[in-house]
């Protein structure tokens, strides 16, 4: 198995693959040459430059990789090739399982606007709007009078909030549609944007599908991920405190209907957009492994890279709907190397210290370690930290003391933003909904946390730098180390 | 190593610290060893503490039975999750991690608040800018940060040029 | 809350009272002040040289620093004070809540042979044997030619072993009968022996309670613990591979009457031997919370220690036995000091480096770090590793992985020996009972791993000894920096 | 730091190993640093490998495409999960851990070969003892353990009386 990914994400492919015996084949660019996922594969290849455009976007060097070695089967993770139609196709054509849908299911449901039409005739209720990419500005300007505004506009081809504009009235409508399409260029190679009504404090909440080549389909539940910035999720929970067993029901049918439909295999997830009223609306589909899988796993005891390898070699599901039991609350945490004090800019570098947090109900999903440096090249996630308990109520308390344990030192982290969200009243009471966050942020500075007595501080700061010689004995010796290893590697070895 | 260890051990010291923008001295017994019972005075004020070092940089205070969980981060320590950053006047400082120029009058630095690559150079020596004017504009992670001139005056440096890579701290232009 | 105990379990208890807003008072022995038990809690105190007799053993000094600070309950933990009725007495007289069962059903359940009164009383099915303790050996040999040989001596205050012998012909009883009693004697402080049949080849299998005050009590499942070593467990799961529903069930039931029947409140835990035809007998019951829990809590998906902290302020307890569905499978390995080359002996001292397992479904209970300094004094236990999976060889195949990611540096372990079970076809194939391991390891050494090529080995060793003097800048120095803490402390910080 | 990790690489090096009872001669390219490609040599075997440090005691070697995940572990290192002891016949070694007389005829040596405490000694100096007879019974954790002579001979040292705390490796009984 060829993981053509980096990062947690493969470190998690390469730990199931053990797990089930199957040997693993890892892939690095220049900066990953000393990440965890090369140290835990059985074997590992350079595939080129640290940019992901040089590397880990490089299907045709990977699937040459894949050929030399004999691989059998990759696994794309999230991001890069995971939902590149052309890259399945070419492992297809080379006979190598891509751990995924087939490419056609990916065409029809990877695009938006194909994705809406697949949903319209699956009966799926979705949002007012365009069905198809918006020709230009005039007949924007017509679907927008129909549905009437506000109306957002969003990229055909995007994600990630990249390509979206909300347009509140039509003066503002041809300058938002010039921007959106320019950055939809920009992003995704296709300018190409539509249209549709703008929910008022919509909760996006996504129902987890896993397929067989058997025509069997089950729905593992919802997360719900309205705690978000700049349109990226940064909180995701299982399940949703607002969705009921009926409307679980509805929305899990639907969007099995949805992948069948076109013909869906192996691991899927449909987004929604559910009002006030608890309407839900289709969004779109993503057709890979969500980041979020994990709260997914804690709350129905199953796991889903187990269960992808397992569809991928044409085994039939081994659950039935039936069989689908959600239990307790699960909590993510997208830790991300970034600085909440400066706008919540990358903070990559060097990580000098790592104190992780413990004990039960915790999970980390995390490749990062003591010494290892934060590349600029690639996303700052550095962990996903996930706090099960049976109630919401006890693992949003799990979590926040799982935080209080957490150091990381010599980069930014948004840690002190998630304390901040997991002790605001309307967090804990689950009034959230996607532009909770910003409202949050926008409200003013945090509140000031409990406070250790200055004169404790100023002991303590003290007694640090008198032993200060041995710390730097230690810690920046870590950083020498790679520092060092980084040189050597790019000077070839020599002094 | 016993005897490294020991060597770590230090004469009568006085630590002069600023923590949360104020001044402090701190006095640690002579002959001090970061572990177990010791007086210390933080500006006269007296405090009995008990310290260990459990690793390099984690420690274990307690002060009349309070205990503190304490890890160095660069020139912070954090303490019960919440980081307070310091500096340190004396020979065996952590100090030098400042940029030059902050918070002084005369002329001002912009320096890269991240490592990253510059994408665009706004200003060029002998301009003229608006406090708030944007003069750099680096991006790490497809994220882009238009960095901003903190002052009314005259750029009289330039030390960034597109496509350069650059540390956090490094210092990118220098308006006077 | 006051914790009245160290290492994992005291920072188990730690961190759940920090989830529920509790502050938390730890002691600390000589021994331990940079222990992370200490590191973790609000408030610590010293309370005696390292020895256990002098420290955590020494219920008046815990209570008088309860008094000091006024904590209004204490945590005992497992082992130490956890069974001791009197303490349980002295902190009601002092109005300080203990965290277990009301002295008077310690009493009655503690004593295995009282216990077994009021088992019989219960209707409990247990081995044929002595219920009382025994007068002489007269008595013994009468009691032994009753029920037919083999039979088993066993102390009545005794656990884990000690003052056990098992008798297979007449003759041999007087000689074990002496051997017994004085062992218990030095054990336990009474040589009162008991004599029951002897099960051949029996499974150890547990049920876990959990009572309230009001009367209520639920049992949440089974354990089954037949891997052992010298009486002492060495492997936990759940559920048991050999327990039916309906057998589940029985043996809950019965356990719960017995709980019922002597007022019992809070967390404890009926052993059972089971025999081939699944008859199964009542053995003992532990009066406090299990070393194993936490294969319980991933089945159940509860938290206990949470549980004994709700139930002991008086609340009912917030579930029905209806409400209790086991999940998945969970494996617990009891990583211990010590050196399976040299008969398993305890292997105590300083922790060079550490390199601890992760991932989906891994979870450690563990209270050391590189840099602490295992201690002579106290029960050799590192880590509990425990994995849980969907299935019982998912669970296995998870722990292999995990075993495989370990490295603990600087003293020997027990994780070899856990590789040799999990690969082992009886184990997997859950043929096992309390002989097992024993038979295993008789039956010779362990089976040749998968080896690396000599010449890479020697590579590496030659790589990491040009590195050394790098190498000696840091997990020496830990070692230095702990040793020399050490040595301050002793010798009052001056050099 | 950059120096400072940089001065770590050293001269052309040959080490001498002890590997599984085994002696290996490696050699490893002039101006290595344990990083990146090198061509190194076992017995005169060329080995071609790829090594990076991740942090210190933690490496990662390539040998064509095999990728193995090693830790150090005092005189060991762990590889795959399983741990292969080796000696280092060098000045910079890590050798000195082995405790005296070990292997060797004439004088042989009882180690602890834990920590714990002297409980028993079972034999004066001057005895006459037979192999495999116990001298010495140390406890750690409650449980005992009786050390037995290596050899018939003579004791001609007793370095342990009941109540010493021992160190692993501390000679307890010498027998000629």
Known sequence: MLIANRGEIALRVIRACKEMGIA???VYSDADRGALHVLHADEAYRVGPAPASESYLRGDLILEIARRVGADAVHPGYGFLSENAEFAEACAAMGVTFIGPPASAMRVLGSKTRARQAADAAGMPRVPGSVTGLADVAEALRVAAGIGYPVM???AA???????????????LAGAFAAASSEAERSFGSGEVYLEKLIERPRHIEIQLMADEHGHCVYLGERECSVQRRHQKVIEEAPSAVVSEDLRRRMGEAAVRLALSAGYVNAGTVEFLVDAEQNFYFLEMNTRLQVEHPVTEMVTGLDLVHLQLRVAMGEPLPLTQEDVRLRGHAIECRIYAEDPDNNFFPSPGLITRLVRPGGPGIREDCAVFAGWTVPLDYDPMLSKLVAFAPTREMAIDRMLRALDEYVIGGIKTNIGLFRRILTDADFRAARIDTGYLERMLAAGPAVVEES????????????????ARRETAVAPDVAAESRWAEAGRREGLRL | MGRGGAAGGVAPVTVWLEVGGKKLRVELPSGLMSAGAMECAVDGRALSVDARMLEPGVMSLLVEGRQYRCVLDGDGVVIGGRRYGFEVDDPRSLQGRRGAGAGTDGPRAVKAP????????????GDAVEEGQGVVVIEAMKMQNELKSPKAGLVVRVGAAVGDTVSSGDVLVVVE
Not at chain 2, 119 to 125: E, F, I, T
Request: glycine share 12%; charged share 20%; no cysteine.
């Open chain 1, 153 to 155: 506009l969003k990229a």
């Open chain 1, 452 to 467: 250790v007595p200055e004169d404790v501080v100023a002991v303590v700061a003290a007694l640090f730098a008198v032993t």
């Open chain 1, 158 to 172: 995007g994600g990630g909030g990249k390509g979206m504009r909300a347009v509140t009235k039509a003066e503002e």
């Open chain 2, 114 to 125: 991240m490592p990253g690559r510059v994408v665009r150079v706004l200003v060029a020596a």
């Open chain 1, 24 to 26: 693993t084949v890892a």
